[in-house]
């Protein structure tokens, strides 16, 4: 069964760094695209960043364009997410996710992605 594992995140200062892992198993990784999304409290689910399949291609959300960088290593089955100059607003559980099809190109629709990790807390004080 596929499973999406989510580590790295915890409670750090504006203008920290952290670097969220998400392992995966029990899928085809190298054909998927895997994305990052986020949901802070009292809000739904966002988009933050999706990397295709052989990570030559990457999209990012406007609010996180130029801070965090995702990354994946297709033969360790991980993804990373770089969480840099960190914000107040970036306080939320940190969600992994893979495509539900092969071999596109990052989407940044949710419905797109049919598997997902339990989540990972980022907490960003001020």
């Known amino acids: 069964q596929v499973q999406l594992v989510e580590s790295g995140g915890g409670l750090v200062q504006a203008g920290d760094s952290l670097r969220l892992s998400c392992a995966a198993s029990?899928?085809?990784?190298?054909?998927?695209?895997m994305a990052w999304f986020r949901q802070a409290p009292g809000k739904e689910r966002d988009f933050l960043a999706a990397?295709?399949?052989?990570?030559?291609?990457?999209s990012y959300a406007d609010s996180v364009k130029g801070r965090f960088t995702i990354s994946r290593d297709n033969a360790k089955n991980t993804m990373w997410l770089q969480m840099n100059s960190l914000k107040p607003e970036d306080t939320a559980v940190y969600y992994c996710?893979?495509?539900?099809?092969?071999?596109?190109?990052?989407?940044?629709?949710?419905?797109?992605?049919?598997?997902w990790g339990q989540g990972t807390q980022v907490t960003v004080s001020s």
């Open positions: 996710a893979a495509d539900k099809a092969l071999w596109r190109q990052p989407t940044m629709r949710e419905a797109d992605f049919g598997s």
């Open positions: 029990g899928l085809t990784f190298n054909r998927k695209v």
């Open positions: 990397i295709s399949w052989n990570g030559g291609s990457t």
